[in-house]
């Protein structure tokens, strides 16, 4: 399967069904794509408010698939994917592995450590991973045919991966209870240390397990993504040299890339809300960086609400970490302490997990 797109980020959950042989079946499903045909089958079997019970969720992915594919007989050798479970195939070989972090939208329980009941007699529950395991353990060796073709040594082995969001908290290198980081790439996604585990997908918030952890959250479409249909990134850090942060902007948007939110309100029919324009590109930019930051500090308020430990201090990853102008703004809105993290990048989290499958063994 060759992507012609350019995937905005490492967590484009990527439904691919492939028979034995590899053959793409359908998709990719990006992440967030709604599919709001399979909600009604969906919220028929789960819990009030699971996590699943959002057009966008994993689970609504395949079941629509189903629908439209296999609901007179199933594809038996049909299986999904996430992005990382076939990136990771590729080079391990194994069909079925995966982590809990991925698997949490289409289902999985990561405090019981298993797919729920209500899940299991369903028609297609012979296409979820069937071996999830925490992320950053050992799977097995790398094919010999990848090893040989790219240098690897003899002694490298393939360890379980996680979402990009939760692969940026790791870089960040926080763990206490209170510290969050929010990631400022294509999209605006939020993970906070909670000591209380929160989900309810009328709001599009979600508890990902990482070890005894919880970090609770939910992803916005609001987000860089956004701010690239407007301005170069050259125009970004010129007209944020212009940008007063101690002063508010009157302007009030809604930065959607299309139609569509899923956290703080989750809403696949928002539009987005991105004028009046003012004369100023510069007052234009801070309007727009200042309605994020508002889009943000209500994450965090609703998580709080929520049951969820209060946000004490926020970390920044992602492309958007580089403006400090947009941190100083966000600063004022949160009311929280904001700063950088020392690595911004989702690639440096996700090294660590590799890190620590292959030297600790799990
Ligand atoms: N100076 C800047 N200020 C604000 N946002 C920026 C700046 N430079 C780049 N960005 C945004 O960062 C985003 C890219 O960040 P990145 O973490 O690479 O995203 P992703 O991996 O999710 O695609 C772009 O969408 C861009 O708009
Ligand atoms: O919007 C995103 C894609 O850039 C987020 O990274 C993603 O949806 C967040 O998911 P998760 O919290 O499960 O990592």
């Known amino acids: ?4 797109q350019p995937l905005s980020s490492l967590i484009v959950p990527l439904c691919a069904s492939c028979r034995n042989n590899g053959e793409l079946l359908a998709g990719p499903f990006l992440y967030n ?12 079997i789960a819990p009030a408010n699971h996590t699943v019970c959002s057009g966008s969720s994993t689970l609504c992915k395949l079941v629509s698939w189903w629908n439209k594919h296999c609901s007179n007989g199933g594809d038996d050798s049909a299986i999904l994917m996430h992005q990382s479970d076939w990136l990771l195939w590729l080079l391990h070989g194994e069909y079925g592995v995966c982590d809990y972090n991925n698997t949490l939208k289409v289902g ?25 395991r925490a992320p950053g353990v050992p799977i097995g060796p790398i094919r010999e045919e990848v090893r040989s073709q790219y240098g690897f040594s003899n002694d490298c082995v393939v360890c379980t991966g996680t979402t990009d969001s939760i692969a940026a908290f790791l870089a960040a290198g926080t763990t206490d209870p209170g510290k969050a980081v929010t990631s400022l790439g294509s999209t605006l996604a939020i993970k906070l240390v909670s000591r209380v585990r929160v989900e309810d997908a009328r709001f599009g918030v979600y508890s990902h ?10 992803a916005s479409n609001t987000g860089g993504v956004v701010l690239r249909q407007l301005f170069s990134d ?12 101690s002063s508010p902007s009157p302007l009030d948007y809604y930065p959607l890339p299309k139609k569509g939110e899923r956290f703080p309100v989750s809403d696949p029919d928002m539009e987005p809300r991105l004028e009046p324009r003012p004369d100023s590109d510069a007052d234009y930019l801070h309007g727009i960086l200042e309605s994020m930051a508002r889009i943000e500090a209500s994450g965090y308020k609703l998580l709080k609400e929520l049951g969820a430990t209060p946000v004490e201090e926020v970390f920044t990853a992602g492309g958007g970490a580089q403006n400090e102008k947009w ?23 996700a090294a660590l997990l590799a890190l620590r499958g292959a030297t600790t063994g799990s």
């Open 108 to 132: 999985y329980d990561p405090e019981i450590g298993s797919y729920p009941s209500w899940l299991m007699s369903q028609p297609y529950s012979h296409m979820l991973p069937s071996s999830v």
């Open 327 to 349: 941190t100083a703004i966000r600063e004022r809105v949160l009311g929280v302490p904001v700063r950088k993290a020392e690595q911004t990048e989702a690639a440096y989290g």
């Open 1 to 4: 399967m060759e992507l012609h």
């Open 234 to 245: 050259d125009q970004l850090v010129a007209l944020s040299r212009d940008i007063d942060p």
């Open 33 to 44: 794509e709604s599919f709001p045909d399979a909600l009604p089958m969906v919220s028929s």
């Open 209 to 218: 397990r990482l070890d005894d952890q919880w970090l609770v959250g939910g």
